[in-house]
């Protein structure tokens, strides 16, 4: 029993630090896509210099650390549901976690798709919308980790405005930020 103890919570932690890796290179490419669009206003020979090693750094920051962190992530919580499934498939926690983790996985996709567009020079996004994708990942972080840490204890309602609440104060926040820059 203690070694099933061990390993879950070893299980537990390779989870969790691989989900804040996961997290780190959301957030990290996300900036990455900002400093990049940011670029395309720059004299030609300064925007194919910074726009050449934005696509490397946005192609080594995807696939050596995001998505394989992603990949583990993933892994290393299934491992875990594996373990104890009558316990955590009952769970309604559970069952939101997984929705926001479905929902994650699309905007890694999502994300993805993005670099890719920009590697090919088509710039879908100012700025400032990626600014604002870039708080969806803050919900999303947020979301997951109360979900988690409250499980049962949580009360819906409150929780819901509380959220809602969360993503209208980070807008406004860039919206602030984007009028003192102006």
Known sequence: MYFCDMSFDALKALHIIFFV???AGLFYMVRLFIYHTEAQDKKEIE??????????????L???????????????????IALDPNYYLTQGWMHIKLTFVIFLLVYHFYTQKMMFQMAENKFNYSSTQLRLWNELATFFLVSIVFIVVL??????IYGII????????????VKIINRIRA
């Open 151 to 156: 499980k049962s204890n949580i009360n819906w």
């Open 62 to 80: 995807w696939w050596v650390i995001t998505t394989p962190a992603m990949i583990l992530t993933v892994i290393f919580g299934s491992w875990m």
């Open 21 to 23: 890796s996961w997290f």
């Open 47 to 60: 925007k194919i210099t910074l726009s050449n090693q934005f696509i490397i750094m946005e192609k080594k």
């Open 162 to 173: 509380g959220f809602f609440s969360f993503g209208i104060m980070l807008m406004l926040v």
